[in-house]
């Protein structure tokens, strides 16, 4: 069965940074691709990040580009997301999620985390 498990999120200061960290079991980690998706209140789920199995390629939304970084550790089956210089409109719950094959769409993602809530106050 496979889990995936957020953590790392909470209530920060506009400016401030968080890590996500998302711990894989169940699954052949280094062949999957990994994103971070997130979801804002009466918003559809948007793309914020993804990387390959190797970690050797990655892929930003534009709007994080710059001050968000994803990475993985294929030893610990953990995929991890630094986030900086947040902002009010990162508020979201954030999930991460796997795949056979990186892709900035949910559809293409089997199986998901529960997710974590980041909070930004401004």
């Known amino acids: 069965q496979v889990q995936l498990v957020e953590s790392g999120g909470g209530l920060v200061q506009a400016g401030g940074s968080l890590r996500l960290s998302c711990a894989a079991r169940?699954?052949?980690?280094?062949?999957?691709?990994m994103a971070w998706f997130r979801q804002a209140p009466g918003k559809e789920r948007e793309f914020v990040a993804a990387?390959?199995?190797?970690?050797?390629?990655?892929n930003y939304a534009d709007f994080v580009k710059g001050r968000f970084t994803i990475s993985r550790d294929n030893a610990k089956n953990t995929v991890y997301l630094q986030m900086n210089s947040l902002k009010p409109e990162d508020t979201a719950v954030y999930y991460c999620?796997?795949?056979?094959?990186?892709?900035?769409?949910?559809?293409?993602?089997?199986?998901w985390g529960q997710g974590t809530q980041v909070t930004v106050s401004s």
């Open positions: 999620a796997a795949a056979l094959f990186s892709s900035t769409s949910s559809t293409a993602y089997n199986y």
């Open positions: 169940g699954l052949t980690f280094s062949s999957y691709a």
């Open positions: 990387i390959s199995g190797s970690g050797s390629r990655t």
